[in-house]
């Protein structure tokens, strides 16, 4: 069983950057993958990013690459995204995940954070 638990989020201006946090515990072993997601209001969920727990293998959504960057601090158990240059159409829940395996589903997920930039 794995936990997850993110934070970080808030109420920003157009412009601002956040730095979201997923903290995770239970096992959780260098192959899986974390990942990050979005959902606004009346959308689907939305694919951001991901990363091997172990490092490397990352990927990233082309609607965000070179604004959203996902690194992470395994003696933290925790998995960050870095969110620059936020827009109005940022505004979401912010979710992590966790897949145990290269491809494959997304098994475990967080409550979410979330991030609501003005204009």
């Known amino acids: 069983q794995v936990q997850l638990v993110e934070s970080g989020g808030g109420l920003v201006q157009t412009g601002s950057s956040l730095r979201l946090s997923c903290a995770a515990s239970?096992?959780?072993?260098?192959?899986?993958?974390m990942g990050w997601f979005r959902q606004a209001p009346g959308n689907e969920r939305e694919f951001l990013a991901s990363?091997?727990?172990?490092?490397?293998?990352?990927n990233y959504a082309e609607s965000v690459k070179e604004r959203f960057f996902i690194s992470g601090d395994m003696a933290k158990n925790t998995v960050f995204l870095q969110l620059y240059s936020l827009k109005p159409g940022d505004t979401a829940v912010f979710y992590c995940a966790v897949r145990p395996g290269v491809a494959g589903e997304y098994t475990y997920w967080g409550q979410g954070t979330q991030v609501t930039v003005s204009s």
């Open positions: 239970g096992r959780i072993f260098s192959w899986y993958h």
């Open positions: 990363m091997r727990w172990g490092g490397g293998d990352i």
